[in-house]
C-alpha cells in the first residue's frame, strides 16, 4: 500500500465540506460508537466510530454514489476496503468506481475505507517467523480487526445505509492477505473478494497451507486475485493460485490475473480497474 496523498487533492475528497444538495444520507439519530460525522465533496461521509474492539477510534469514509443520492429507494452492495484514509488508498478507489458507474462499466456500489492506525497489526494474522516479528511493534491482530468488521461495523453500515446483502472486500499488499484469510475463515462476511500482490509470504506461506485445509469455504464466493510481476510476492502467489487449481473448490468463481509491467507499488490502480469491471459489470439491459 502507497501513501497517495497527491490524489486525495487530485480528487478533492475533503472532509468538513457542507452535504451536497439531495444527498441522501441515513437517518440523523444517534448511533451507538458514532462521535462525529462530516461530508465528503464527492458524495458521502466520514465517520468517527468508537471500537470496544480495538480500544480506539477508527475513521471510517463512505463513497455514496449519485445514483443513490438521487433515488431514495436505491439499495446498494457494499464494497469495503482497508487502507481506507483520505492519504491511503480510499481516494484512487472511489475515483475508479465514480467514473465506472458514470460510463456505465460499473454496477453502483458503496465504497466503505477504514482508515489505518496500526496496519501491521490489523491486517496480519500470527507469525512464528522472526522476520514477520521484526516488521512492527504489533502483528497478529487480523482476529480482532475481521471482529470489529463483523460485530461494529457492519452492523453501522447496515443500519445507516440503504445497502443490500452483497458485500465485497478489496485489498492489496498485507490487506489482500487480510481478503483471503478473511474468506478462508469466515466466509460469510463477504461474498466476493479482491486480493491484489497480497502477501502469501506471511509466516512462510502459512495461508497456502491453511487454503488445502479450508478450501471448502470458498464454495459460492467470488474472488479476483492479481499479482506483479516485478516483486517478491509473485511466488508465494503463484504457489496459492496453483493450489487453487488443484482443488477446485466446488462454486467458487475465480480468476487470477498476472500484471505484467507491474511492481508491487504500481500494481493496485490498474488491477482494481479490471477486477471491478470483470466482477462489476452492470447487467445487459
Known amino acids: 500500500m502507497q501513501r497517495r496523498t497527491h490524489l486525495a487533492g487530485l480528487l478533492a475528497l475533503v472532509a468538513g465540506l457542507p452535504l451536497l444538495p439531495g444527498m441522501a444520507l441515513a437517518q ?13 465533496q ?21 463513497y455514496l454514489p449519485e445514483p443513490y443520492l438521487q433515488d431514495a429507494a436505491l439499495r446498494l452492495p457494499l464494497l469495503v476496503m482497508p487502507d481506507g484514509g483520505m492519504a491511503e488508498d480510499f481516494p484512487h478507489i472511489a475515483g475508479l468506481l465514480q467514473v465506472g458507474i458514470a460510463n456505465g462499466t460499473v454496477r453502483p456500489f ?9 496496519r501491521r497489526r490489523d491486517l496480519t494474522p500470527p507469525s512464528t517467523d522472526a522476520r514477520d516479528l521484526a516488521i512492527a511493534p504489533q502483528i497478529g491482530g487480523s482476529a480482532a480487526f475481521r471482529g470489529f468488521l463483523r460485530d461494529e461495523l457492519l452492523p453501522l453500515v447496515q443500519a445507516r445505509y440503504r445497502c443490500t446483502q452483497e458485500r465485497a472486500l478489496i485489498g492489496e499488499s498485507l490487506a489482500g492477505l487480510f481478503v483471503l484469510e478473511t474468506l478462508l475463515r469466515e466466509p460469510e462476511l463477504f461474498g466476493t473478494g ?27 464466493h467470488r474472488l479476483f486475485i492479481a499479482s506483479a510481476d516485478r516483486d517478491g510476492n509473485t511466488a508465494p502467489i503463484r504457489q496459492f493460485v496453483q493450489a487453487l487449481r ?9 480468476h487470477y490475473q498476472p500484471m505484467a509491467g507491474e511492481g508491487h507499488a504500481t500494481v493496485y490502480h490498474p488491477a482494481a480497474l479490471i477486477a471491478t469491471r470483470r466482477l462489476f459489470k452492470p447487467p445487459k439491459a
Not at 464527492?42 to 474492539?53: N, Y
Not at 466503505?112 to 492506525?117: A, D, H, L, P, R
Not at 502477501?199 to 479450508?214: M, P, T, Y
Open 28 to 40: 440523523d439519530r444517534a448511533q451507538p460508537g458514532l462521535d462525529k460525522v462530516e461530508a465528503l
Open 42 to 62: 464527492l458524495g458521502g461521509e466520514s465517520l468517527l466510530l468508537s471500537s470496544a474492539i480495538l480500544g480506539e477510534t477508527r475513521r471510517i469514509n463512505v
Open 246 to 254: 488443484r482443488l477446485r473448490p466446488s462454486g467458487l468463481d475465480w
Open 110 to 118: 458503496i465504497l466503505v475505507g477504514i482508515e489505518n492506525t496500526q
Open 194 to 220: 479482491i486480493a491484489i500482490d497480497p502477501s502469501l509470504w506471511w509466516n512462510r506461506g502459512q495461508l497456502i497451507q491453511d487454503l488445502k485445509q479450508r478450501s471448502s469455504a470458498l464454495a459460492g
